[in-house]
């Protein structure tokens, strides 16, 4: 069967009679029977040079008369994305007793015809949109009541599709020489600090608003709905306040409608620029802040030992917090990442202070052994407190969850990645420690997250300053691809 995808309907061409009538039958009964015409043809006849996204045959055979020699493949051919392991298990439900392929196609809208001048004409306005964002960054807190939820439906029904950007800043001082550099300077933790997007969150919000601006000026060329989620709070809500994702959902965003599925991208300094990586499954650890507060008894600096020293103490819970990573748990199966971040005690040289208080975050990328480090943090720190005749409160915050990249959905989405990007851009990456709240959305629908390079040319991938810091730079001059990514999505994606 040779089988050609013509907007929402598939014709498929048996090559032989027999091949022909047992189709026919095949078809009637198939769930798909409405998008499909079929009917027979000589492969003389039969013009191959056109794109297909699926040449099967079993056995394989007329390639010497086939049109094209690179259309000459031995059993099959699906723009080059899906690999024969995964189409011999997704065809051998649809087989014949003689091994007929049925079809294997969804209905999965086109391209509309002017979709790639419609980018074209919107991209300058999308790395306008980003410096602007650039050069006049806000905080978690200028934010407030911010987040937007805007609902795009077509005129004909269809799955409904979720996009997400985050749009906070940071509060780091930025160094670059730009003539859209941030000049913005607000009060932070009570002191007066630089305002910067160190972490590309610029970007994100110009990536999401190009994305629609191009569908909608193609809403009645394409199906379903689409809803755009522009959420502040990324970074983390302000201490004791609700925010991010997690307020979102609560609120409602994922509600009314309800997508089918969500997608999410951040852009990388470290990437090649217009590259895609990805991971199936788990790809970015849980963020959790925890305290601990040491409770000694106070004495003069000269006669400790009149007293319960809750510095030398935090000091020995530091050191055996990492015995929880090095000797506990098994760092093989999945990462784990302790580190104290922020210590504060005492007030004077000689005085042994009655509390010291410790900060820090946790790292983990698998939910049995996050929960497990939870309790080793309280065991350890209780224990050798008690060593010492100090106590302890320990209190864990959670900040994200595991970002879980739903498999099903990372198969089926990877060739309207490869289509946005090119397949050679479309890259598997290994897990990574930083954490996202997109992981929240991931409770509630099918999620997919993942990277976008944006490397400044001029440097190699080591030496790309790190998000967060005030030299963090990306090239814009490809920030099509992100705005590509998201429309392939919204075209291929089926139930």
């Not at 805007?150 to 509060?171: E, F, M």
């Not at 990536?207 to 709905?225: D, P, Q």
Request: proline share 5%.
């Amino acid at each position: 069967m040779y089988a050609q995808k013509n907007a929402a309907t598939i014709d498929a061409v048996e090559l032989d009679e027999k091949a022909f009538t047992q189709s026919q039958q095949n078809i009637a009964v198939a769930s798909f029977v409405n998008t499909i015409n079929i009917f027979q043809s000589n492969i003389i006849d039969f013009d191959t040079e056109q794109q297909y996204d699926l040449i099967f045959s079993n056995p394989p055979f007329f390639k010497s008369s086939l049109k094209s020699n690179d259309e000459a493949r031995n059993i099959a051919m699906h723009n080059d994305a899906l690999s024969y392991e995964s189409l011999i298990k997704k065809a051998k439900p649809l087989l014949d007793v003689n091994g007929i392929a049925v079809s294997l196609f969804s209905n999965a809208q086109q391209q509309p015809k002017n979709y790639q001048q419609i980018v074209n004409q919107t991209m300058p306005k999308v790395v306008e949109w980003r410096r602007d964002f650039h050069q006049n960054p806000e905080l978690i807190r200028k934010l407030a009541k911010t987040g937007v939820v805007a609902i795009l439906k077509t005129n004909k029904s269809g799955p409904t599709i979720a996009l997400r950007a985050d749009i906070d800043a940071l509060p780091v001082e930025e160094r670059n020489d730009l003539n859209f550099k941030s000049t913005t300077k607000t009060s932070y933790n009570g002191a007066e600090v630089g305002v910067m997007h160190a972490c590309g969150h610029d970007a994100h919000t110009a990536i999401l608003l190009g994305t629609a601006t191009v569908l909608s000026k193609l809403k009645n060329e394409i199906s379903g709905t689409v809803v755009f989620l522009f959420q502040p709070a990324e970074e983390g809500a302000p201490s004791g306040e609700e925010g991010g994702a997690r307020l979102m959902i609560k609120e409602g965003c994922l509600s009314n409608p309800k997508p089918d599925a969500i997608f999410g991208l951040h852009i990388e300094a470290w990437g090649d620029t217009a590259k895609i990586y990805y991971k199936p499954e788990a790809f970015m650890a849980s963020a959790d802040l925890f305290t601990i507060k040491v409770k000694g008894k106070q004495a003069h600096g000269a006669t400790p030992w009149d007293g319960v020293d809750p510095i030398a103490v935090s000091a020995q819970i530091i050191q055996g917090l990492q015995t929880i990573v090095s000797r506990q748990e098994d760092i093989i199966k999945a990462p784990v990442v302790i580190t104290v971040g922020k210590i504060q005690s005492g007030v004077r040289f000689n005085i042994v202070p009655e509390e010291a208080m410790l900060e820090g975050t946790i790292r983990t990328l698998d939910t049995k052994m996050r929960l497990d480090v939870h309790n080793r943090i309280k065991q350890t720190a209780t224990n050798i407190a008690a060593a010492s005749n100090a106590t302890v409160e320990v209190n864990i915050e959670s900040k994200t969850l595991v970002t879980y990249n739903d498999p099903k959905l990372v198969e089926k989405s990877l060739p309207s990645l490869q289509k946005a990007a090119g397949k050679e851009n479309v890259v598997l990456t290994p897990w990574v420690t930083g954490g996202e709240d997109f992981s929240f959305y991931g409770e509630n629908i099918p999620a997919f997250f993942f990277y976008l390079g944006a490397r400044n040319p001029k440097l190699k991938m080591e030496q790309a300053p790190s998000h967060h810091t005030p030299d963090f730079y990306i090239d814009d001059s490809r920030l099509d691809v992100g705005v590509k990514a998201f429309c392939q999505l919204v075209f291929d994606y089926k139930k």
